[in-house]
């Protein structure tokens, strides 16, 4: 309450900034009202919405310090003591380095890890248990089913293969309508992921769509977006990415014009004579 009001000036402006970081973090089921998170009506928010919270939060150093700590020793008026991190997975579960534990009457018990192995992490949420032994064992399960059903899949890899084939096949049969140049260069633009975890069971379902259009009209601009890729398992839409051209095509001009018929017209006398 105390951080709160110095930080926020009040509860409620401290709660307003919180409202505000989940608006900008894209959180449409979480709404704050408190800083302690105890029962009140309005204040609620839903498992995949605090996996989306931890994941934000762990890019603050500091908060990842804290939530993967044991165990410390501080000083209150010079009196020592030892405070024990309520985390039962934290140094106990392989690879676990967080985050939190919690319980209301209504929230039940409820715990918040994360845990980290082989260089990859996964964010575990459960809410709603009756016993401590219940979140526990729930938590341990999930985060194993996880790490044991799901693969890494190199998705850049994948997309830049695939686009490299598709452009040595495709690339010449683009009309490009009034341009001075003939020559089309394109690139893929930003990938937003690299990687992604994919069910073992599901790999084979991963299909790569190409979509391009077939005529361009000058003038067009560099970084201009003519296509899509899109990535898909089964139905469902891994991630996507532009198609854009690499250079800039300019508008022919009268004197291009004039210039193509003088050339036009000397290739064909050179034929008839």
């Known amino acids: 309450m105390a951080l709160a009001e110095y930080v926020g000036g009040s509860i409620e402006g401290f709660a307003d900034l919180m409202n505000k970081k989940a608006e900008e973090l894209g959180l449409k089921n979480t709404h704050f009202v408190t800083p302690h998170g105890l029962d009140q009506d309005e204040h609620y928010t839903t498992a995949y919405e605090l996996a989306n ?17 044991k165990q410390t020793t501080i000083y209150i008026n010079g009196n020592q003591k030892q405070i024990n991190n309520t985390n039962e997975l934290l140094g106990n579960l392989n690879g676990v380095d967080g985050v939190k534990t919690g319980f209301t ?41 996880a ?93 996507k990415v532009d198609i854009l051209l690499e250079e800039a095509i300019e508008k022919k001009n009268i004197i291009n014009y004039l210039q193509q018929f003088i050339s036009n017209y000397s290739i064909y006398l050179e034929q008839a004579i």
């Not at 919270?53 to 700590?69: C, H, M, P, R, S």
């Not at 994360?114 to 985060?143: E, M, P, Q, W």
């Open 105 to 145: 009457n209504n929230a039940g018990r409820c715990l918040v890890t994360t845990t980290k192995r082989n260089g990859h992490r996964i964010i575990c949420v459960v809410l709603g248990a009756d016993t401590k032994k219940i979140r526990t064992t729930d938590s341990i399960k999930l985060i194993e089913y």
């Open 147 to 239: 790490f044991s059903n799901y693969e890494y899949i190199n998705i850049k890899e994948k997309i830049e293969s695939q686009f490299e084939e598709w452009r040595k096949e495709n690339l010449k049969n683009i009309e490009i309508i009034k341009g001075k140049n003939k020559n089309l260069k394109i690139k893929l633009g930003n990938l937003q992921i690299n990687e992604v975890p994919i069910n073992k069971n599901s790999i084979k379902d991963i299909k790569v769509q190409i979509i391009c259009k077939n005529t361009l009209q000058a003038p067009l601009q560099k970084n201009d977006v003519i296509g899509e890729i899109e990535v898909k398992e089964k139905e469902e839409t891994i991630t």
């Open 53 to 69: 919270i931890t994941d934000y939060a762990l890019n603050n150093k500091k908060f990842a310090q804290i939530v993967g700590t």
